[in-house]
């Protein structure tokens, strides 16, 4: 029994989530009702939509303890990439659209984003600092094929030689090597290729249109090549469905050039939770309690506990036995390292039109 009210149900392939839960913030709330004129569990085609947004800032900034950068850049909002278990996904109810099918397949570009950037970049009170993209939403998704948001936004980096670290799980990347390489031998730019499982079936169920494992291995073979520094991001552990495979990630990470390496434990914040256990019912019903109950192991007792220090390592006796077989594998493979701090000395700002030339 779900504990919100659902929106019709929908299995459409190549979508993770199994319904869109009522927005938060709603006075209404619809739920699906057999009037026994159709199948209420018919299955329609979900085409992705897009809406333009024109931002009047693009750098998001941060407080938390948990993360290493205080800023941030998000091309796009909501991801076709379609994780179930993304813990972006309660963001999209701040737009007015659900967290579930909503968050895969109604998404918002923001074209003027480079733009944008290039202003604030200018700004005679700006410090540089490293700026992170990717960590909300994937800024190489599907989409940014035809968009080209994520590209102009580098173009700008590159431009003002500003640090830049990526995190992805798209194998886009590999178009933009012409601007990272450069940066990157600048020391200005590092990249977190995200690796959940290497079981393509998987992969395909939870996170349906994000290239397969192998893809994504090649990919940092790839980058890896062309000079740019990359980190496999083991991230989320599922227990009980992907955990088993942590020390395999990470020696196939490793034999395609990762450097270093990371992990996270499953976080399923707010609608987050009802989505993955609906999930977890359709697509693997002989384990779902087990998966579930581990979860709550980590979380206190509950499918999440949102306390700094604790939500994305979760606490317990699993808990530390993954940090434990994470630290023994690392440092046996070489992959126990901290990739170098990016620079922040080469900051300029470029000369445009109308600028007073210097006498020196």
């Not at 944008?116 to 410090?127: I, N």
């Not at 227990?239 to 399923?268: F, N």
């Not at 359709?282 to 604790?310: N, S, W």
């Amino acid at each position: 029994m779900n504990d919100y009210p659902l929106r019709p149900r929908h299995a459409t392939p190549g979508r993770a989530a199994v319904n869109n839960p009522d927005i938060r913030f709603d006075r209404f709330h619809l739920q699906a009702v057999d009037d026994g004129w159709g199948d209420v569990d018919a299955a329609p085609v979900l085409r992705t939509q897009t809406t333009d947004e024109t931002p009047r800032t693009i750098i998001s900034r941060n407080t938390s303890p948990d993360l290493s950068f205080d800023r941030s850049i998000n091309p796009y909002r909501g991801c076709e990439h379609g994780c179930i278990y993304c813990f972006a996904r309660p963001s999209h109810a701040y737009l007015g659209l659900s967290p579930g099918l909503d968050f895969e397949t109604r998404l918002i570009a923001r074209p003027d984003a480079p733009a944008v950037l290039a202003r604030e970049l200018r700004a005679p009170s700006y410090k540089p600092k490293m700026i992170a993209i990717g960590t909300n939403t994937d800024a190489y998704q599907p989409i940014e094929r035809d968009r080209g948001i994520m590209r102009g936004i580098l173009q700008v980096l590159q431009d003002f030689r500003h640090p830049v670290g990526i995190v992805t799980k798209g194998c886009l990347i590999e178009r933009d090597i012409d601007i990272l390489a450069p940066m990157a031998a600048d020391g200005l730019v590092r990249v977190g290729v995200s690796v959940t499982t290497l079981d393509p079936h998987i992969s395909r169920a939870m996170e349906p249109r994000v290239p397969a494992p192998a893809a994504r291995l090649r990919t940092i073979r790839r980058l890896v090549a062309a000079g740019i520094p990359v980190r496999v991001m083991v991230s989320p552990i599922i227990p009980a469905l992907t955990d088993h495979e942590l020390e395999a990630i990470l020696v196939a990470a490793k034999e395609a050039g990762a450097t270093a390496a990371s992990s996270i434990v499953l976080r399923l914040p707010r609608e987050v939770s009802g989505l993955f256990r609906d999930w977890l019912e359709c697509t693997f019903p002989d384990r779902a309690a087990r998966i579930m109950g581990r979860v709550r192991e980590l979380h206190g007792g509950r499918d999440y506990d949102p306390a700094f220090g604790k939500r994305m390592r979760g606490e317990g006796p699993w808990a530390a036995l993954m940090r434990r077989r994470f630290k023994v594998c690392t440092e046996k493979i070489g992959l126990a390292n901290d990739l170098p701090p990016l620079r922040t000395d080469l900051f300029r700002r470029p000369p445009q039109s109308g600028d007073q030339l210097s006498l020196l």
